[in-house]
């Protein structure tokens, strides 16, 4: 009785806290969902409108436009990051040369914000000063300009979430493979099984929970990613890279349509949550039925 | 007087008193393992789901938004009770 009120005692800050910065304003965003409001207009008063927004939201072009290219980033960003990720991490479990240097300087992207990001890889793309398009014609001819061509302003989006998120990938995966039992790799080596069969049968299956866990993280970090890309192509050139974070952004803050936005808010973490769920029951969930 | 030999020994006595009674889970029609919370978060996916698809497809023809909600309602308590 004692150890449960004290478990109370030492829980109830986390839980204060985690109330008032994390309960509280998604019920305040569902409530403001259903209103339109704009504190900066003639009338700034929140007025309760129903559904409307949520009518609105199933025809507005631009919003499912903008979950399209969404999804096709966290697609290729995440698939990406997952498999260069894990190659990284079995490199990383074999000794070679300078392995050390190596290790620390693949994960130093993963310390720098995310806005820092954006403006390093606007300065490696823009077209006059850039050493990437310097380089692509120099070597290859090819003229690259972010600013006017959509599917390379999309690639160098992929390409730089890429090289900022690939570290955290590596990192989990090894930690994941380090605390793997050498048993049943030898047990399989013995009983003649391939690489392939070993990856398949035995190491995926093992790792797949650090897997789910790395893309959930992954999958909801790509789903708000707002600043990288605001700085780099400010969601152009037309809406090639107008990802649905950023579409709120323009939504919120120079339209000042609080209540829209909340509503696009709203929908995206219902999607946001409804693919984690699906993730989960597609690749954890069967197995505990079996168990 | 019962037969010695007949009977079962203490220690296996004494593990079917400490192990753990196995019962058949219920199971429902969803092909995962579920508890209550995980069919009510089911619920309000397919009703959220259910009611932008009536926004965007069914509303404009006609039908109001009220017979989603009641289709909804009637498939989450289908689920919660037999999921």
């Given amino acids: 009785m004692q150890s449960k009120r004290l478990g109370w005692i030492l829980l109830a800050p986390t839980l204060v806290i985690l109330f008032f910065f994390g309960v509280l304003p998604f019920f305040y965003v569902v409530y403001v969902s259903f209103h339109s409001w704009n504190p900066f207009a003639v009338n700034p008063e929140m007025v309760f409108n129903g559904a409307d927004n949520f009518r609105k939201i199933v025809f507005d072009t631009a919003f499912l436009k903008s979950i399209g290219v969404t999804v096709m980033f966290v697609v290729f960003a995440v698939l990406s990051e997952l498999i260069i990720g894990y190659a990284l991490a079995q490199a990383f479990m074999r000794d070679f040369p300078g392995k050390a240097i190596f290790r620390t300087i693949h994960t130093l992207p993963l310390i720098m914000a995310p806005i820092i990001v954006g403006s390093v890889w606007k300065l490696m793309t823009t077209p006059s000063i850039g050493i990437i398009p310097h380089y692509l014609e120099e070597w290859f001819g090819l003229t690259m300009n972010i600013g006017t061509s959509a599917p390379a302003a999309f690639a160098t989006v992929v390409l730089m979430d890429i090289w900022h998120w690939t570290p955290l990938v590596t990192l989990t995966l090894i930690a994941a493979l380090v605390s793997l039992p050498p048993d049943p790799f030898e047990q399989a080596q013995i009983d003649g099984a391939g690489k392939r069969q070993i990856f398949w049968h035995i190491t995926l299956p093992m790792i797949a929970p650090a897997v789910v866990a790395t893309v959930f993280i992954r999958l909801m970090d790509a789903l708000r990613t707002v600043d990288e890309v605001w700085m780099l192509t400010g969601g152009g050139p037309g809406s090639a890279t107008r990802f649905v974070g950023v579409h709120i952004f323009k939504e919120v803050f120079p339209k000042t349509n609080y209540g829209y936005g909340s509503t696009i808010s709203v929908i995206v973490l219902y999607l946001t949550i409804v693919s984690c769920w699906l993730l989960y029951v597609t690749m954890l969930a069967p197995r505990s039925k079996r168990g | ?83």
């Fill in chain 2, 1 to 83: 007087m019962s037969n010695p030999h007949q009977e079962p020994l203490v220690s296996v006595l004494h593990e079917e008193e400490n192990s753990p009674d196995i019962l058949p889970k219920p199971t429902g029609f969803l092909p995962i393992e579920t508890n209550w919370f995980d069919r009510v978060f089911i619920s309000v996916v397919i009703w959220i789901a259910l009611s932008l698809f009536w926004f965007r497809f069914i509303e404009p023809m006609g039908p109001s938004i009220w017979i989603s909600n009641a289709i909804s309602a009637a498939l989450a308590f289908i689920i919660v009770k037999k999921g």
